[in-house]
């Protein structure tokens, strides 16, 4: 992909949303580390974190954090109470975000364009959709996919298969959006071209077999 060609070039545009949309992965990474030092243990290291980055839950490699905690700390750890406390503080941290610098900007030249995209993400609707309405994208995208119910999550090529299909266009001419290792692998099993959009968690990672690595969506502006 050179890195002249516009988005608007290809039959469709889909996007990742964790991390891509908003920057959801930051404050869930925040929280747990913060969760980890109340209980006198050391968080987990970005590294071991990122492993998970794209997975859906029911992934066996998915990374549990409480499992985690366990491990590192002597103190008692009463489940639900972690979770409720830690939920909490995601929540308000998620609460601050806004959606990422282009996506708003993206979406419209896409419209302009008469580009159709759509969301794949591992993550399911009922994380996404609030999200996306929160922030007033929900009609922007009305088509969404998600793992579970027999779609595979990434780094599998499922969700991003089912997304072109419902969009009506061959894989190897649509382009997708994506910010972690396993994603990239998802895109580029389907076909598709991938571009990889840097985050705070992302930019450590190799992200090198995307076509082409951007540190914004902005920089994808025709």
Same mark, same amino acid.
Request: hydrophobic share 35%.
């Given at each position: 992909m050179s890195n002249g060609t516009p988005l608007t070039d290809f039959a469709a545009v889909v996007f990742d949303f964790d991390g891509l949309i908003v920057d959801t992965e930051t404050p869930?990474?925040?929280?747990?580390?913060e969760t980890f030092?109340?209980?006198? %243990?050391?968080?987990i290291e970005l590294d071991?974190? %990122?492993?998970?980055?794209?997975?859906?839950?029911d992934d066996p490699l998915m990374l549990d954090p409480l499992d985690e905690l366990r491990r590192r700390t002597s103190v008692d750890i009463d489940a639900d109470e972690?979770?409720?406390v830690r939920r909490a503080r995601r929540d308000a941290l998620l609460s601050a975000e806004d959606?990422?610098?282009?996506?708003?900007?993206?979406?419209?030249?896409?419209?302009?364009?008469?580009?159709?995209?759509?969301? %794949?993400?591992?993550s399911p609707p009922d994380w996404v959709d609030p999200l996306l309405e929160t922030h007033g994208l929900l009609e922007a995208f009305p088509v969404r996919c998600n793992a579970g119910d027999?779609?595979?999550?990434?780094? +599998?090529? %499922?969700v991003y298969l089912l997304a072109c299909e419902r969009l009506?266009?061959?894989p190897r001419t649509a382009v997708a959006l994506e910010d972690s290792p396993n994603g990239v692998r998802a895109a580029k099993g389907a076909g598709m071209t991938c571009v990889a959009v840097e985050t705070s968690v992302s930019?450590?990672? +190799?992200?090198?077999h995307a076509d082409r690595v951007v540190s914004s969506l902005l920089a994808l502006r025709t």
């Open positions: 869930l990474y925040q929280a747990w580390a030092r109340h209980y006198g %243990a050391e968080p071991m974190w %990122a492993q998970s980055l794209g997975r859906h839950d972690v979770q409720t959606v990422r610098p282009g996506v708003r900007e993206l979406v419209a030249e896409c419209r302009r364009h008469n580009v159709p995209i759509a969301t %794949a993400s591992s027999g779609v595979a999550g990434k780094p +599998d090529p %499922a009506g266009v061959d930019r450590h990672l +190799d992200l090198s």
